[in-house]
């Protein structure tokens, strides 16, 4: 009998040191992929001026002139930390476990957001970026081992074309890659491509150029089939500050099935800091 207990104990305790030892190793490779993407940063960006978006429509330009202030160094790569609520479940039990994150943001290159978040009874971490979805219960037990394939790179791709649209608007300015198209008044539809991926994301302005909402269709198994489809994304921006030259929205609401009755807010955050890095070469 404590021959069992003793080789019960053992192979417990080789099984918890190798779901540590594999947790260690996701957090060298977050870290890994924060260097990468701070790598983009460009080391001499240029600056912003107004006769950059004078042709766009109208609608667009109001949205640079409120973001970028002019003579604003162009830094594409920003980093951000975040506090709020994160929701695994539905929109009839959401569940919010409360969450804080951080997130290295380099469109179109790549994002990696890195977050931890508890509830009463659970506690979830782990990291989201173009490569993988990655998250753990209690630092020990994988839940997600996510990505490497298309639908998740198409998918990613998308989170993070949007974010970059209101986070890094440098990254959208006209140029190689990067289409604007007028939709209404207030309403404009930029395209971003990147190799084989393209995502298409419409804003909503007020008449000072303040961004209200973001909106794109996403490719997502976020639905009761769980089969990748296009549908609705986006979300609200509010509680607006300057950093660096830019006018960022610091809290930001959003979910599936955007501008529908089925729209969920599952992610609901207030950013506590912003920055833009310097280069990592």
């Known amino acids: 009998m404590q021959m069992t207990f003793f080789w019960v104990s053992v192979a417990i305790g080789l099984a918890l040191a190798t779901m540590i030892g594999w947790r260690q190793l996701d957090r060298i490779a977050d870290r890994a992929e924060q260097a990468r993407l701070r790598a983009f940063q460009p080391s001499a960006p240029p600056r912003f001026s107004f006769d950059m ?33 994160f929701s695994l479940g539905t929109k009839e039990a959401p569940n919010y476990m409360a969450m ?8 179109p290159e790549g994002f990696i957001w890195s977050m931890s978040a508890k509830s009463a009874v659970m506690r979830v971490s ?59 008044k207030d309403t404009a539809r930029a395209t971003l491509r990147h190799g084989s991926l393209a995502q298409t ?40 500050t300057d950093v660096a030259g830019f006018r960022l929205p610091t809290h930001v609401e959003a979910g599936n099935h955007f501008g529908t009755d089925d729209y969920f807010p599952f992610f609901v955050v207030d ?11």
């Open 53 to 85: 978006v004078a042709d766009l429509p109208d609608p667009a330009r109001r949205f640079f002139l409120f973001s970028i202030a002019d003579g604003t160094p162009l830094n594409r790569v920003v980093e951000l930390e975040m506090a709020g609520k």
């Open 100 to 107: 804080t994150a951080q997130q290295v943001l380099a469109a």
């Open 126 to 184: 782990g990291s989201d970026s173009a490569k993988w979805t990655r998250f753990w219960v209690g630092g020990v037990v994988p839940v997600a081992r996510l990505g490497g394939d298309a639908d998740h790179k198409r998918s990613a791709f998308g989170r993070y074309a949007a974010e970059a649209l209101f986070w890094s608007p440098a990254t959208f300015l006209p140029g190689p890659g990067v289409t604007w198209e007028a939709v209404s």
């Open 201 to 240: 994301v419409e804003i909503v302005v007020a008449d000072d150029g303040q961004p209200l909402h973001v909106s794109f269709a996403r490719w997502s198994n976020a639905n009761p089939d769980k089969v990748f489809r296009l549908q609705p994304f986006g979300g609200y921006l509010s509680s607006f």
């Open 271 to 281: 950013v506590t800091q912003i920055r833009f890095p310097s280069p990592q070469r």
